[in-house]
């Protein structure tokens, strides 16, 4: 009695396992494609990218604003360069870093993340046709994969607070001006009754100081932790504070 049993559930295993290959081999994949070999490539290859420079005739705000931040550099930036020509296969670096890598070939389209990065190739129908605009986190993070992670486990994440609703997409900045006090005061009371909050009132500590405090940390091929999950420890009062 004891045996069948064991043997019928070898036997369901073996389905299900055969049933999960088949699926996750034969799934038929779409236009957007989030995958761990290709990262970086949201969007097929099939279509014909064009450059931030056609973009920028209708959309000059939005190309003023993104031309000055680290997406538009982000081939060129010298600290990047830096790690470039350190590293083993310098090939996947080029994934998030330009536009339209194809891992086939080891080409790009353009250089930087541009426009069409996020946006999908040109479609030349546009703009009677549209362009596509993505605003979930799994989508930055396909990029920004420590961040995602991190932003998966904290309250933010849970509440399904996005990235776009703290980070105005073209420029990058924390959407709220001046300092990001005014950021987190869209959502939370500035004045927290905690002895930590109420010492700090008024002091000209900003909220990320404590919140979005990056230890001091060893690049890995140029990447660090982003401290995403907010949460504030005792760890860093002695910056400040000495006794
Ligand atoms: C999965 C996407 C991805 C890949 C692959 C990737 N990067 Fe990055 N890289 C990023 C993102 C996103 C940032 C910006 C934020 C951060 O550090 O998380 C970044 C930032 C950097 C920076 C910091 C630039 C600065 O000015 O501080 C360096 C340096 C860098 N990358 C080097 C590399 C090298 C070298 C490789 C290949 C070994 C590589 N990257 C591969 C996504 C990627
Ligand atoms: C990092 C990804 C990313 C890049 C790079 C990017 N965009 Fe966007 N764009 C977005 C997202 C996400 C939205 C939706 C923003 C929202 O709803 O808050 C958006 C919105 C837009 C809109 C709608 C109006 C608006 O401003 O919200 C236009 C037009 C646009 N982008 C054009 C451009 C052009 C032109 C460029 C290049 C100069 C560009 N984008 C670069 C992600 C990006
Ligand atoms: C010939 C002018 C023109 C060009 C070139 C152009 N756009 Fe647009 N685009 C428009 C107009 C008009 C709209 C609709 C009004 C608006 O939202 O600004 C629009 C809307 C958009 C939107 C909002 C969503 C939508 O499609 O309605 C995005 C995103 C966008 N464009 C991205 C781009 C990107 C990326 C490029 C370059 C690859 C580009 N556009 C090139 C004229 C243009
Ligand atoms: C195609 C890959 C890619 C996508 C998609 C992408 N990013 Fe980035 N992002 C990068 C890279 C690479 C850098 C770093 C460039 C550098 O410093 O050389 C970066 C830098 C940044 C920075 C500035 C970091 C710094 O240290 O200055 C912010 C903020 C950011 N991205 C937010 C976003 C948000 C929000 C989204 C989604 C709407 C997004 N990114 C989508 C690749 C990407
Ligand atoms: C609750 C608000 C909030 C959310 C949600 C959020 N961010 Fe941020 N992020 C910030 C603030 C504030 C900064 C500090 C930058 C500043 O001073 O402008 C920052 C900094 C960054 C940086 C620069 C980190 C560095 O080390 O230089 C990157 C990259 C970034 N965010 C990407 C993302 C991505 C990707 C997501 C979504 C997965 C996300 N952020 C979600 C508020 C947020
Ligand atoms: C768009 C709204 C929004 C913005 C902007 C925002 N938050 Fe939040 N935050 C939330 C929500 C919603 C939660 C989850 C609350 C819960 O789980 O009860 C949260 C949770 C938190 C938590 C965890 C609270 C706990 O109980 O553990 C911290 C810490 C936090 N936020 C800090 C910040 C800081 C610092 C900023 C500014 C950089 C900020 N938030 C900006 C909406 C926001
Ligand atoms: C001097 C450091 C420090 C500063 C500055 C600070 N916090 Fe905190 N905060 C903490 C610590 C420590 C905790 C408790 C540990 C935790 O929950 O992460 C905390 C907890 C929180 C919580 C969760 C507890 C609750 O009452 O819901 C929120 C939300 C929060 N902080 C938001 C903020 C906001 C918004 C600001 C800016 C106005 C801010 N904090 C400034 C250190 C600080
Ligand atoms: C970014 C710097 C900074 C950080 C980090 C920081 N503080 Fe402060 N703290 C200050 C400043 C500035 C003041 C106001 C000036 C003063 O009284 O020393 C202050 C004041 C205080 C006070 C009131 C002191 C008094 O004599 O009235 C207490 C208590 C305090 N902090 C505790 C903490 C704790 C606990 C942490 C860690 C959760 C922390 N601080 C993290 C900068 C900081």
Sequence with gaps: MRQRSQWLAFAVSFVIVVITLGLTLLWPQGDLVFSDSD???????????????????????????????????????????TYLEQAERPGECLACHTTGYDTATGQFVLAGVTCEACHGPYRPQHPEESMTIVRSPEFCGDCHRV?????????????????????????????????TNTLCAECHRPDIAEPQHQAHNGAGILCIDCHLDRPDQIPVNGHMLTAHSFTATRDNCGECHVE
């Design 147 to 179: 961040t995602l992670a991190e932003w998966q486990t904290s309250r933010h994440g849970i509440a399904a607070i996005r990235c776009i609703d703290c980070h105005e997409v073209h420029t990058q900045q924390a959407h709220a001006a001046a300092t």
């Design 39 to 81: 990262p970086g490539r949201l969007f097929s290859l099939l279509g014909d990218y064009q450059s931030p420079q056609l973009c920028r005739e209708c959309h000059s705000e939005q190309f003023e604003s993104w031309s000055q931040t680290t997406h538009a550099n982000a081939l060129f930036d010298p600290i990047f360069r």
